[in-house]
């Protein structure tokens, strides 16, 4: 397997712009996560998936983030409108269980990033 | 106020050498401890997990305990190797799903 697929690997953009993060989690995995990693705050959890369905966005900074996954291979982070202090370095990781599932099932799986810098 | 600390922020020590990394916590209720390992420009990559009734799993050369009543843990590192050189990342699970990330300690391993 290919692992976690994120793409762009890079993204540099101005302030207001829409911008759209990719991600294509392990084939099997029925959790999908994405986090906001800086240096300030490190690694933020911001929302996750289960089968397809958003179970917690409490980390989502603010309405300007979304995230939707239309099925089980892609899911998508969009940013409308960027800002500068959005600037950070997004991780995709996926999972086949939960907290609660046993020692392999809860093994989180991250992608390489996406590095965004917002002008 | 749940939080998870680790030290020491950062570490130098020379290749072949052990060090042994901190991670306490204040998070209730407690589901499991992970520990990952971040290169450069990387992803974070599972070391260990364990739950409450695991007192120490190993990986390779890193082996992490965890002590959940005073609610510490800690990555071992054996011989260390130039490639051990990387940020190392406490994370505690409480409930079922919520998430609590340590700041991380930075390593570098030197010849």
């Known amino acids: 397997d290919a692992g976690v697929i994120q793409s762009p690997r890079h993204e540099v953009t101005e302030m207001g712009q829409e911008v759209t993060l990719r991600c294509k989690p392990i084939s099997g995995h029925d959790y999908l996560f994405w986090y906001r990693q800086t240096m300030m705050r490190g690694l933020e959890l911001l929302i996750y998936f289960n089968n397809n369905v958003p179970i917690d966005d409490s980390g989502m900074p603010e309405d300007r983030f979304s995230a939707k996954m239309p099925n089980a291979s892609f899911s998508t982070l969009k940013i409308q409108p960027s800002e500068p202090r959005d600037s950070a370095v997004y991780f995709c990781a996926s999972s086949l269980g939960g907290s609660w599932a046993g020692d392999k099932a809860e093994t989180q799986y991250f992608g390489p990033g996406t590095r965004l810098l917002v002008l | 106020k749940n939080q998870v600390e680790q030290s020491p922020q950062s570490l130098i020590i020379l290749e072949g050498k052990n060090c042994t990394l901190q991670?306490?916590?204040?998070?209730?209720?407690?589901?499991?401890l992970r520990w990952y390992k971040q290169d450069t420009g990387r992803g974070p990559v599972s070391l260990t997990i364990?739950?409450?009734?695991?007192n120490t799993k190993s990986n390779g050369r890193y082996t992490a305990t965890l002590d959940a009543d005073t609610k510490q843990s800690s990555l071992h590192i054996t011989a260390s190797q130039l490639s051990d050189s990387a940020s190392y990342i406490c994370v505690v699970s409480y409930y079922t799903d919520k998430l609590i990330f340590g700041t991380g300690t930075r390593l570098q391993v030197f010849p």
């Open positions: 991670c306490n916590y204040t998070v209730s209720p407690f589901s499991n």
């Open positions: 364990m739950t409450f009734s695991e």
